[in-house]
């Protein structure tokens, strides 16, 4: 069964960090291009962080763009997402998702999300 | 950056009717169109991309059209399950923006 379990999510103070991964199974991880995208509680689907493959290109939504770093091992079959600098306005369900076998693809794939407080 | 919306942002209909829901793109994004479904509480499903190809076991009432700019997601006769929010989303280039969705209700 093709599978993203994301992990890593909690409770994080204005300024902390935090690091999220999402562990793929159930396909070759090492050929598709991966993103993050969260949802702030009751609100709509941002996308915030993609990388391909082979990890030669990465981006970021402006929101999080200094802040964040994306990554990934296909050796262990994982995606990270780097959370530093955190602000309240990063409270979110985060997913990962994966982008579909063609270059430039939608997400056919989406982990069940794990979620994100930044509070004091 | 390419800016996405949708219309309505809401809209409530009956069992069978057509729904249609439009999204357009401040700029022209080819056919890289997908949309989404997202239950209450559940996790965002991939219906439509390539802005009118239906993903593998998504039901045929529901059907994408358009190219360029303006792009429609129709649901030919409402059901109950269809009860979600719809999601529209650019994947040309980054950032893969999505629109701001559109609440569906029976």
């Known amino acids: 069964e093709v599978q993203l379990v994301e992990s890593g999510g909690g409770l994080v103070k204005p300024g902390g960090s935090l690091r999220l991964s999402c562990a793929a199974s159930?396909?070759?991880?090492?050929?598709?291009?991966m993103n993050w995208v969260r949802q702030a509680p009751g609100k709509g689907l941002e996308w915030v962080s993609s990388?391909?493959?082979?990890?030669?290109?990465?981006y970021y939504a402006d929101s999080v763009k200094g802040r964040f770093t994306i990554s990934r091992d296909n050796a262990k079959n994982s995606l990270y997402l780097q959370m530093n600098s955190l602000r309240a306005e990063d409270t979110a369900v985060y997913y990962c998702?994966?982008?579909?076998?063609?270059?430039?693809?939608?997400?056919?794939?989406w982990g069940q999300g794990t979620m994100v407080t930044v509070s004091s | 950056d390419i800016q996405m919306t949708q219309s309505p942002s809401s809209l409530s209909a009956s069992v069978g009717d057509r729904v249609t829901i439009t999204c357009r793109a401040s700029?022209?994004?080819?056919?890289?169109l997908a949309w989404y479904q997202q239950k209450p509480g559940k996790v965002p499903k991939l219906l439509i991309y390539a802005a009118s190809t239906l993903q593998s076991g998504v039901p045929s009432r529901f059907s994408g059209s358009g190219s360029g700019t303006d792009f429609t997601l129709t649901i030919s006769s409402l059901q109950p399950e269809d009860v979600a929010t719809y999601y529209c989303q650019k994947y040309n280039s980054a950032p893969f923006t999505f629109g701001p969705g559109t609440k569906v209700d029976i």
């Open positions: 700029q022209g994004i080819r056919n890289y």
């Open positions: 159930g396909f070759t991880f090492s050929s598709y291009s």
């Open positions: 990388i391909s493959s082979s990890s030669s290109y990465i």
């Open positions: 998702a994966r982008e579909g076998p063609t270059v430039n693809d939608a997400f056919d794939i």
